[in-house]
Nanobody, 117 residues
Framework: QVQLVESGGDLVQAGGSLRLSCAAS????????MGWYRQAPGKRRELVAT???????NYADSVKGRFTISRDNAKRMVYLEMNSLEPEDTAVYYC???????????WGQGTQVTVSS
């Protein structure tokens, strides 16, 4: 079984920064793709950023240039550095892990990020 535990969510003012962390445990050796997704109230869950074990990254257009995803494979950690935060970034942020085939996946429980204007 795989467990993903997010942390780092908080209430910040617009223009501020936060760093989210995701700790992975269990049988994660086949889970090449790690990612951050978010869901705002009344909206669908959406991609924020993904990163492969080789370090290839992908970002949503709305966060490019402001957010940076990284991972430490030895520590089984994935991070999301968020800068220049905007009220529109307010959401619950979820960590996701999946294999290259994307045939199955695991989610964390989420961490709340609130950006005040």
């Amino acid at each position: 079984q795989v467990q993903l535990v997010e942390s780092g969510g908080d209430l910040v003012q617009a223009g501020g920064s936060l760093r989210l962390s995701c700790a992975a445990s269990g049988n994660i050796f086949s889970l090449d793709i790690m990612g951050w997704y978010r869901q705002a109230p009344g909206k669908r869950r959406e991609l924020v950023a993904t990163i492969t074990s080789a370090g290839m990254t992908n970002y949503a257009d709305s966060v490019k240039g402001r957010f940076t995803i990284s991972r430490d494979n030895a520590k089984r950690m994935v991070y999301l550095e968020m800068n220049s935060l905007e009220p529109e970034d307010t959401a619950v942020y979820y960590c996701k892990a999946e294999p290259p085939s994307r045939a199955y996946w695991y989610w964390g429980q989420g961490t709340q990020v609130t950006v005040s204007s």
